[in-house]
């Protein structure tokens, strides 16, 4: 069972390059969302979704767009890289009932330059 | 808007001692979510909190959720090396999860020999 998948596990971007980020789950599991973590700021949600077709904002979504066409996968894009997008992204994902923990995928170290 | 606040922000302790690490948050909520992350990882889930006056345990780590006051403390007793880490409390955006988690900055906690 993987889990959480996310790729790339690292990259390296030039300001202004777009590109998205992987997230897949195997666990059919309905919540889905997106943070990232940067030194001394504990986590920032940036999207989220309840499931297919639906997402919404989170606490820092400027510059990224996410998408959810099934309930497995998960995309962040990055519209045009800006060095304050330099973080590590961290997707997770939850079941909808009983409160669950979310599960977290291994993480996408972002670098640009 | 959701604030959570951990302190300490970084504890250094010796190993056989005990304490506590602090989550004030500020708004009403009944769920709760600590988590521990070893550098360079991902975030592993340790308790789910769900009720006020709810507490949990595993080995030498309790929790516990003061919803009145808005306080959630993880206790450390008889700390050994193997719980360095760094520990993040996390509460609930709403409708059960659904809506992601706003995390606190996390505690970075080394111990000793």
């Known amino acids: 069972n993987a889990g959480v998948t996310q790729t790339p596990k690292f990259q390296v971007l030039k300001t202004g390059q777009s590109m998205t980020l992987q997230c897949a789950q195997d666990?059919?599991?309905?919540?889905m969302s997106w943070y990232r973590q940067d030194p001394g700021m504990g986590l920032r949600l940036i999207h989220y979704s309840v499931g297919a077709g639906i997402t919404d904002q989170g606490e820092v979504p400027n510059g990224y767009n996410v998408s959810r066409s099934t309930t497995e996968d998960f995309p962040l894009r990055l519209l045009s890289a800006a060095p304050s997008q330099t973080s590590v992204y961290f997707c997770a994902s939850s079941y909808s009932l009983g409160y669950q923990p979310q599960h977290f995928g291994d993480g996408t170290r972002l670098s640009i330059l | 808007e959701l604030k959570v606040e951990q302190n300490p922000l970084f504890l250094s302790m010796q190993e056989g001692k005990n304490y506590t690490i602090y989550c004030n948050y500020s708004t009403t909520s009944d769920r709760l979510y600590w988590y521990r992350q070893d550098p360079g990882k991902s975030l592993e889930s340790l308790f789910v909190l769900l009720s006020n006056g709810a507490v949990k345990q595993e080995g030498r780590l309790m929790a516990s959720l003061d919803t009145k006051a808005r306080l959630s403390t993880l206790h450390i007793t008889a700390a050994v090396h193997d719980l360095s880490a760094t520990y993040f409390c996390?509460?609930?955006?709403?409708?059960?999860?659904?809506?992601?988690?706003?995390f606190g900055k996390g505690t970075h906690l080394i111990i000793q020999p």
């Open positions: 666990m059919n599991h309905e919540y």
């Open positions: 996390a509460v609930d955006r709403g409708r059960g999860g659904a809506d992601g988690l706003t």
